[in-house]
């Protein structure tokens, strides 16, 4: 790396002005990520119109920190109300939100916050000592280690949200044929329309999520059939988290920001994957892991520092290969081509300064999450001392909103209030509403990587396994599922 330029890159973000827009943007990123429904694409979205009178340097250091405070934001609500604000923080519900309702709910947030800088942190320097080597490893990603990648993140539903391995399957199965509603990627034809022009583009997660996640909630603990509640506002402050607490989980943290970055660098897998895969091997590889889903720590360390460590290293296919990390990054992208600049490979070599500063503004953000997050600590945790009632109409409002504002669609306004009585039922019967989502997330991911496969390799489903890669990820998929088989029977005889 050269230090004379890193010194031009650092005295450039530190201006007073892209200062300031770096901390805009990760206040506006953290309160949009908050939101159900808003997430960190239509956080950008949202203030890519007032970037069109800023220079180029100004405008992506402001989207991009918008995109590391959403990273953060979305854990909020998931913590707090069981209400994931974005996709990549569905996993932090798991545990976040029973340590919550044990009155940690501070400690859970502040768990949160520095697993969030973490993993950000560590994807910048990623991100400036690895940029050129991992964005060659991205090329040598092809058709079949993606399905295989999509498998292993499936099988990952063994083991979250549920106790029963047969109804989590079902659940991902349930999403994964959610998935397929819509057009045809590969033959443009029609699948379960039923001739409806509303589900010609496929039916949203996003709305599903919301509804599944937060009305299932308000359902749940409205009707009293919520075993967890028992939440105490007396003893909100209890377990306050200190920061040197965090290094008890540090192989934890660690083992979740490779695991993110790893999953980042691929185009189009993005944090939610991350968070998912990095929770499933926290919880195989701890000493404890029927712990988890109870208030585990681990639990938050994993999927917050992985989702964070994706959503940094993202931004290597975006500016290097100018192929998007994530939907958010294509949003990023486009804001780029605005500018007029052509992100790709010559990037490095025709402005680098450009380049780093966007790296030292995600950094800088990252760090300053530590701050803001810990002052918000104090702010987030007094939602939860005003009657549910109150806070129940809060969290549909919220949720009226963010469904519709998904694609200012009333239909799915509809899907979201659907889902929110298939979430509820859910919990009753003891699905996975994790492993719901997790299929319709990867379904397309698994069906067009398939797909694409088989049409190169002229339907040989045994050409999958000519790549070690491949054979690896598909290796670890099915010992995921055999061994807890294998432990079980063991220990019942």
């Known amino acids: 790396m050269n230090i004379e330029l890193l010194k031009d890159s650092f005295l450039t973000i530190i201006e007073p002005m892209n200062l300031m827009l770096v901390i805009l943007g990760l206040l506006v990123g953290i309160f949009l990520g908050a939101l159900p429904g808003i997430g960190s694409s239509m956080a950008i979205v949202l203030a890519l119109p007032f970037t069109y009178f800023l220079d180029v340097l100004p405008a992506i250091a402001l989207l991009s920190t918008i995109y590391v405070g959403s990273a953060y934001g979305g854990s909020i609500t998931a913590i707090l109300f069981n209400t994931p604000g974005t996709p990549e923080a569905v996993a932090t519900t798991f545990d976040g939100y029973p340590m919550s309702q044990k009155g940690k709910s501070k400690k859970a947030l502040g768990l949160a916050i520095s697993s969030s800088a973490f993993g950000g942190i560590f994807a910048v320097f990623l991100m400036f000592f690895l940029s050129s080597m991992l964005s060659e490893l991205a090329f040598k990603i092809h058709s079949s280690e993606y399905f295989a990648l999509a498998i292993l993140g499936m099988t990952v539903i063994s083991a979250l949200g549920t106790s029963s391995m047969v109804k989590a399957i079902i659940s991902g199965l349930i999403g994964i044929f959610i998935s ?75 083992k979740s920001a490779i695991i993110g970055s790893l999953l980042g660098i691929l185009p189009g897998t993005g944090g939610s994957i991350a968070s998912f895969v990095s929770y499933g091997v926290a919880m195989k590889t701890d000493k404890n892991p029927k712990e988890f889903g109870k208030g585990r720590s681990e639990g938050i360390v994993a999927p917050e520092t992985a ?43 025709d402005q680098p300064i450009l380049l780093y500063s966007i790296f030292l503004a995600m950094l800088f953000a990252s760090v300053m999450t530590l701050v803001a997050g810990r002052a918000g600590v104090q702010i987030f945790t007094l939602l939860l001392k005003a009657p549910y009632s109150i806070i129940a109409t809060f969290i549909i409002i919220l949720s009226l909103l963010g469904a519709y504002a998904t694609n200012n669609d009333l ?25 719901l989502i997790l299929g319709i997330v990867l379904g397309p991911l698994m069906e067009k990587s398939l797909r694409r496969h088989l049409l190169i390799n002229n339907g040989e489903y045994l050409s999958l396994l000519n790549s070690p890669i491949t054979v690896i990820l598909l290796i670890v998929s099915i010992l995921i599922i055999v061994l807890p088989m294998i432990m079980n029977k063991i220990k019942a005889e």
């Open 180 to 254: 397929t509603i819509g057009i045809d990627p590969l033959t443009a034809t029609d699948r379960f329309t039923f001739n409806t022009i509303e589900l010609m583009n496929g039916i949203d997660y996003i709305p599903i999520m919301i509804g599944a996640f937060a009305l299932g909630e308000v359902f749940s603990q409205v009707t009293g059939n919520n075993s967890n509640n028992s939440t105490s506002t007396s003893d909100m402050s209890k377990g306050m988290f200190k920061f040197k607490e965090f290094f008890e989980y540090k192989w934890t943290a660690l």
């Open 411 to 435: 239909l799915n306004v509809w899907i979201m209030l659907l889902f929110g009585v298939v979430g509820y039922l859910m919990k009753i019967f003891n699905f996975s509403i994790a492993a």
């Open 307 to 349: 989702n964070n460590a994706a959503a940094g290293v993202s931004m290597i296919p975006t500016l290097i290969l100018g192929i998007p990390g994530s939907p958010t990054t294509a949003v990023i992208l486009a804001a780029l081509i605005l500018q007029g600049v052509q992100p790709g490979p010559q990037l490095i070599s």
